[in-house]
């Protein structure tokens, strides 16, 4: 899935785990063919789509030469809105299409089996939580050492720990019926820039909600 936020590889066939409505383009008649996109998501409304396209033996091409570059949440608020609406559309997205992915139940289990370790202070469940702490800082120092920067190790723990626990929780909260009445708006800002190549430097910005 981190191949929708990096460019690595050739343009090759794949699946939506790779694809992105924010950088994502449809021929018009095979999209107005599928019906279009389904109103009752947001978000994972693309992943739908794409998903009944692949199941109906159209091809999905990732092509990591045509890249949109966009600006993440500003906030620790934001980020967590964000992630826990990614976990309930792709719950949601699951009710839909009766097609389940196992790899999708894994931040689900991982919320619940968060949830139940603090009722057992001492025991072996702990083991499992202790390791996933020690992932994080490792992964997080690589990626600091890498930009050279103290901050990004002191934020980047509680940023994968936000992302992985937001997914599982909007999981949990898409699988036992989120009405779409009460569904949050979309929030944060996000600034465009037009960029030439990968590696260019970016245009004057236009911001955009």
């Not at 699946?15 to 383009?25: F, P, R, T, V």
Request: aromatic share 10%; net charge positive; proline share 8%.
């Amino acid at each position: 899935m981190r191949n929708r936020y990096r460019a690595w590889g050739e343009a090759r066939l794949t699946d939506d785990s790779e694809l992105i409505l924010c950088n994502l383009s449809f021929r018009r008649e095979r999209f107005l063919a599928f019906g279009g996109l389904d109103e009752r998501l947001y978000p994972n409304e693309e992943n739908e789509l794409l998903d009944r396209m692949l199941h109906a033996g159209e091809g999905l091409v990732h092509d990591p030469h045509l890249a949109v570059f966009r600006s993440q949440r500003p906030t620790w608020r934001l980020l967590c809105r964000q992630f826990l609406n990614y976990g309930r559309g792709r719950a949601e997205q699951t009710v839909i299409s009766r097609r389940l992915r196992p790899v999708s139940l894994l931040p689900a289990l991982f919320m619940a089996y968060v949830l139940l370790v603090p009722f057992f202070p001492v025991s072996p469940l702990w083991l499992p939580l202790a390791c996933y702490g020690l992932l994080l800082l490792a992964v997080s120092a690589g990626e600091a050492g890498r930009a050279r920067s103290l901050g990004m190790f002191v934020r980047l723990p509680f940023i994968y720990a936000i992302i992985h626990l937001a997914y599982g929780a909007g999981l949990w909260w898409g699988a036992l019926g989120a009405l779409p009445g009460r569904r949050p708006k979309p929030g944060g800002e996000v600034t465009l820039r037009q960029v030439k190549g990968l590696t260019g430097p970016p245009a004057a910005p236009a911001a955009a909600k």
